[in-house]
């Protein structure tokens, strides 16, 4: 029997696995993927206080030796169903089963897809969800980004350094990325901003070799590209856990600050739950109060 189980090896659940750990609890972590999270695939994070600029990975391989140091498990196995017996919670993953007296729900979020015919198919021979990861293989081809936030925004930014053109198709005609970034993506001499418009179709011979995109009006038009950098946000990954939490209609784990679910016993730290601003540094953040919240559970501190 653990302490607490926490689901998800991204930087809100390696957080409060140090926490805990620091706590003296018996701490097993769940990852069904590889550790990290979606952090591992930012080139270079500028935005986490003291380091000015460190990649993803190295941030992501620090965090995990340091949980491994204090002592913490680390099975990399998909959780598929909880069960709540109140006093313990139950994890049921693909291979095993696993006990504890309280649970942090850290699973993060994926890529949200198009949904369009051929997209899984084409990923890695056109389709891509990471310009930071799969950029450089595009060197002085044309290519298109899809999407109208910051991440569509800067990949655009990114791409325009490294491809021949870059294509940025928004199906609004204003964006909800930064302006900052915007604005810089305006001086790019290789841009083409194309609004109102949606990727109805890819054409592909084996690897992507153009896209139609369809206008409010109706209007087609094709544009050849040979990749298509994909970045209309994430999905929560709580696919597993409707039945056990509270989640909002977009999927996420209803929770404020304290991060407590309606479940006593069980808490949400960091993208997966209902909150304003999802980065690295809030998701640390969840991942210390989280914990905090679970230690004062298992020692009978909170009253609810
Ligand atoms: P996002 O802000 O949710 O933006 C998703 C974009 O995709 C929106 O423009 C949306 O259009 C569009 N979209 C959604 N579904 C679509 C579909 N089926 N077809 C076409 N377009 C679709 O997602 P994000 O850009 O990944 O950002 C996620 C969060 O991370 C945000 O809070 C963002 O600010 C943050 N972030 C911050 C930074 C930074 O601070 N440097 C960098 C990256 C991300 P509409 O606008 O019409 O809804």
Redesign the pocket.
């Known amino acids: 029997m653990y302490d607490i189980i926490i689901v998800g090896a991204g930087p809100a659940g390696l957080t409060a696995a140090i926490y805990a750990r620091r706590a003296s609890k018996k701490v097993l972590v769940l990852e069904a993927k590889t550790y990290g999270g979606q952090i591992i695939n930012t080139l270079d994070i500028e935005?986490y206080p003291v380091e000015a600029h460190i990649s993803g990975f190295d941030f992501a391989t620090k965090l995990y030796n340091q949980v491994k140091d204090l002592g913490a498990e680390i099975i990399y196995e998909k959780v598929v169903d909880i069960k709540d017996n109140h006093e313990t919670k139950e994890v049921i993953t693909t291979k095993n089963k696993y006990a504890a007296k309280a649970l942090i729900l850290a699973t993060g979020s994926e890529n949200?897809k198009?949904?369009i015919e051929n997209e899984n198919e084409l990923i890695g021979k056109g389709v891509s969800y990471c310009a930071t990861c799969d950029g450089a293989f595009y060197k002085k081809k044309n290519v298109a980004v899809?999407?109208?936030?910051?991440?569509?925004l800067?990949d655009a930014l990114y791409l325009t350094d490294i491809v021949n053109k870059v294509y940025l198709i928004?199906?609004?005609d204003?964006?909800?990325?930064?302006e900052s970034t915007l604005n810089q993506l305006k001086d790019k001499e290789n841009m083409e901003f194309i609004y109102n418009s949606?990727?109805t179709k890819l054409n592909a011979n084996d690897k992507l070799e153009s896209i139609e995109i369809t206008n409010k009006d109706g209007s087609k038009r094709i544009i050849e590209v040979e990749g298509l950098f994909i970045?209309?946000?994430?999905i929560p990954e709580n696919e597993n856990f409707g039945k056990l939490v509270k989640l909002d209609n977009s999927g996420y784990i209803i929770a404020g600050e304290n991060c407590n679910t309606n479940v006593r016993g069980i808490f949400v730290a960091g993208d997966n739950r209902t909150k304003e601003?999802?980065?690295l540094v809030t998701a640390t953040s969840d991942g210390a109060i989280a914990a905090t919240e679970a230690i004062k559970f298992i020692n009978n501190e909170i009253t609810y």
Request: proline residues 0%.
């Open positions: 935005n949200r198009l949904g899809v999407g109208g936030g910051n991440t569509a800067e928004h199906r609004r204003e964006f909800r990325g930064a949606n990727v970045a209309v946000g994430r601003v999802r980065q």
